[in-house]
T-cell receptor, first 117, second 112 residues
Framework: NAGVMQNPRHLVRRRGQEARLRCSPM?????VYWYRQLPEEGLKFMVYLQKENIIDESGMPKERFSAEFPKEGPSILRIQQVVRGDSAAYFC???????????????FGPGTRLTVL | DAKTTQPTSMDCAEGRAANLPCNHS???????VYWYRQIHSQGPQYIIH???NNETNEMASLIITEDRKSSTLILPHATLRDTAVYYCIVRPLMDSSYKLIFGSGTRLLVRP
């Protein structure tokens, strides 16, 4: 059973360009989460999506950042007009469908390291 | 903010047990204790979780005190590959409580 996949693993962009980060959840998982890890800092929650729905984007910067999880295909985290401060590791996690009051473990992908020149 | 307190760093000898403590004195009755680790530059790896009973799996054991205010993650025979940052996270048992709030974790160094 393949784990969470992210691509690209490394992405270099110049200031002002767009960055698109992709995440394919584990098979059978319909919940996707994005986290960001700035250099020498801890992971911070950005956004939580289910298929075709954004459930919580409270951790995402209000401007330039957007996320989607379409019915078909991977989840996409899009950063427009990147700035140097966007340089970070972006991790995606997935979990199975939550039922009732059960917690579900999140499994992480290997991350995408974005470098903005 | 993270609801847990962990030592900044620890070390242990290869082959020995590594015991990583975590304080969560404000934990509620409906909150689980989760442990993840992050090996340098990799994605966080799930290790184990528990509510009030001790838990064991192929990676580690989790010992939770009776009052649930603290817990210990035990790696029974640490190897060099266990060198990582270990995160202790409390997470409510609620559909809406999906966020994992990572603190600073404990940097474990396994010495040869």
């Amino acid at each position: 059973n393949a784990g969470v996949m992210q691509n690209p693993r490394h992405l270099v962009r110049r200031r002002g360009q767009e960055a698109r980060l992709r995440c394919s959840p584990m098979k059978g998982h319909s919940h996707v989460y994005w986290y960001r890890q700035l250099p020498e800092e801890g992971l911070k929650f950005m956004v939580y999506l289910q298929k075709e729905n954004i459930i919580d984007e409270s951790g995402m910067p209000k401007e330039r950042f957007s996320a989607e999880f379409p019915k078909e295909g991977p989840s996409i985290l899009r950063i427009q007009q990147v700035v140097r401060g966007d340089s970070a590791a972006y991790f995606c996690a997935s979990s199975p469908l939550m039922t009732g009051a059960n917690t579900d473990t999140q499994y992480f992908g290997p991350g995408t390291r974005l470098t903005v020149l | 903010d993270a609801k847990t307190t962990q030592p900044t760093s620890m070390d242990c000898a290869e082959g020995r047990a590594a015991n990583l403590p975590c304080n969560h004195s404000t934990i509620s009755g409906n909150e689980y204790v989760y442990w993840y680790r992050q090996i340098h530059s990799q994605g966080p790896q799930y290790i184990i979780h528990g509510l009030k009973n001790n838990e064991t799996n192929e990676m580690a054991s989790l010992i939770i005190t009776e009052d649930r205010k603290s817990s210990t993650l035990i790696l029974p025979h640490a190897t060099l590959r266990d060198t990582a940052v270990y995160y202790c996270i409390v997470r409510p048992l609620m559909d809406s409580s999906y966020k994992l709030i990572f603190g600073s974790g404990t940097r474990l160094l396994v010495r040869p």
